[in-house]
């Protein structure tokens, strides 16, 4: 994808100190995820409408020539001198981004649902040699969007809209198998496979100017948001319950040597455990 507008995709995500379920319920974590998901459609449509982008060459053979003057790299003083049969197009996440602006596309977020991981959103761990614990969370949401198209006529509104459904899918299926990466960053934003509502054009009068109208049409989607966030405390120091011991003539407890808080243990592998204090007649009981 291209990135000529520089939106915050990626994140460097250092929470505080705490429980991971204090972490993982943190607010900003959803902030974070509209943010992404919003900058990365953002990034991957100007890919189409951006005569430099990536995946301009698959607008260009699939699109009519109205529909590829559509571009997002010009300034109006371009448009009048360099490439008068081009239009320069707003495309924005915010609506302070594009006031008063057309033809313009605005990404609106519209909700956003927590999702439960799994067994576990704990998916790796480390102990690292300050003696801090640090962990990676899985967090997975969906994040719902509006793809809002607005010009000054039916025509160009339905053209830039119909794009912009062609480029989510079919498009997608060959471009990014409906997948959005950035690799640097440990995120991932999934296009929907279905489940799209291209809703009808609607038209609105300028207040002021009875000449003046313009169109609107709607694209709404969910898209899949899944990252992994971190956690840093400091190590527990574990003490184990007390352990009953049957049989025993001393009062040596014993202690495991080679066992500790979250060590994992390959299922099906046989684990010798090295016990000090452990006498000859002592057992567990299970």
Not at 179 to 196: A, H, K, T
Request: charged share 15%.
């Amino acid at each position: 994808m291209t990135s000529h507008n520089q939106p915050p995709l990626g994140y460097t995500i250092i929470p505080p100190a705490g429980t991971m379920r204090e972490v993982y319920t943190d607010h900003s974590m959803v902030d974070k995820a509209v943010t992404i998901v919003k900058s990365a459609v953002q990034q991957y449509i100007d890919s189409f409408l951006n005569p430099t982008g990536v995946n301009r060459k698959f607008l260009t053979s699939s699109m009519s020539p109205v529909g590829i003057q559509f571009v997002t790299d010009l300034t109006y003083d371009d448009q009048m001198k360099v490439s008068p049969n081009l239009r320069k197009t707003y495309l924005a996440r915010f609506f302070a981004e594009n006031i008063g602006r057309l033809p313009s596309i605005l990404l609106i977020d519209t909700g956003v649902e927590i999702i439960d991981p799994g067994i576990n959103e704990l998916v790796k761990a480390r102990i690292n040699a300050d003696g801090s614990w640090e962990g990676f969370l899985i967090s997975y949401m969906k994040v719902t969007l509006s793809i809002t198209t607005a010009t000054l006529s039916e025509e160009d509104t339905s053209t830039l809209s119909t794009m912009i459904s062609m480029m989510i899918t079919p498009l997608a299926t060959v471009i990014n198998n409906y997948i959005i990466q950035d690799p640097d960053s440990g995120w991932e934003v999934r296009l929907p496979l279905s489940g799209m509502n291209l809703g009808q054009a609607t038209s609105v009068t300028i207040e002021g100017d009875t000449k003046t109208t313009v169109w609107t049409r709607s694209l709404d989607l969910t898209c899949e948001f899944e990252a992994q966030f971190g956690i840093k405390m400091p190590l527990l120091h574990y003490a184990p319950p007390p352990l009953e011991i049957i049989g025993a003539t001393s009062q040596v407890i014993p202690r495991f040597l080679n066992l500790t808080p979250n060590q994992e243990i390959p299922l099906g592998m046989a684990y010798p455990l090295l016990i000090d204090g452990m006498l000859f007649q002592y057992y567990f009981r299970p």
